[in-house]
């Protein structure tokens, strides 16, 4: 390596050594202001800044920055469960009910899965509600999005209801 290359090197090292302590300084005052403010955006506010101290950094070498000094953030969990996918290989089926003149109990039983929030996590329930005398004929609880487990309301059996429909085509 040439004195020219080593020389040339070290000012480049020496360079990037206090332009990465810079960005870490800006990081952790804007930090202070929005604590959950990430790299992506970190990068698009401090751009000026950076420009104005003479220094040049992409979003990849940002990221790296960070990275070394720990100053990423932990991606948080959701705040609420996604109970619907869309996007799988199951059949999707038309509403056979839509225009339906429902005029009896037991007629059209429709089916909906929700989530409760509770202090251990969240508790799915499932429910069978008869659309008729809008009961509920059937509920499931439980800590996953499974459907096992149905059963009847104290009192009902639970039963295909007349007309050939299925008491968990939802489920």
């Given at each position: 390596?040439?004195?020219?290359?080593?020389?040339?090197?070290r000012r480049h090292r020496q360079r990037r050594q206090v332009d990465s302590e810079?960005?870490?300084?800006?990081?952790?005052?804007?930090?202070?202001?929005?604590?959950?403010?990430?790299?992506?955006?970190?990068?698009?506010?401090?751009?000026?800044e950076l420009e104005e101290a003479g220094v040049r950094i992409g979003r990849d070498r940002l990221f790296e920055e960070l990275r070394k000094r720990d100053l990423l953030l932990e991606p948080q969990p959701a705040q609420f469960p996604h109970t619907t996918q869309s996007y799988h290989n199951m059949p999707v089926f038309r509403n056979l009910v839509k225009e339906t003149k429902v005029e009896r109990p037991n007629h059209?039983?429709?089916?909906?899965?929700?989530y409760l929030r509770t202090k251990e996590g969240y508790l799915y329930l499932a429910l069978i509600t008869d659309q008729y005398s809008r009961k509920i004929v059937g509920s499931h609880a439980g800590d996953s999005l499974e459907a096992v487990g149905m059963r009847a309301s104290p009192g009902k059996r639970l039963e295909r209801?007349?007309?050939?429909?299925?008491?968990?085509?939802?489920?």
């Open positions: 390596m040439s004195r020219q290359n080593y020389y040339a090197r810079l960005v870490a300084g800006l990081v952790k005052r804007e930090r202070r202001l929005q604590p959950r403010l990430g790299t992506r955006k970190l990068h698009h506010l401090l751009k000026s059209v039983w429709l089916s909906d899965l929700t209801p007349a007309g050939g429909g299925s008491a968990d085509s939802s489920l």
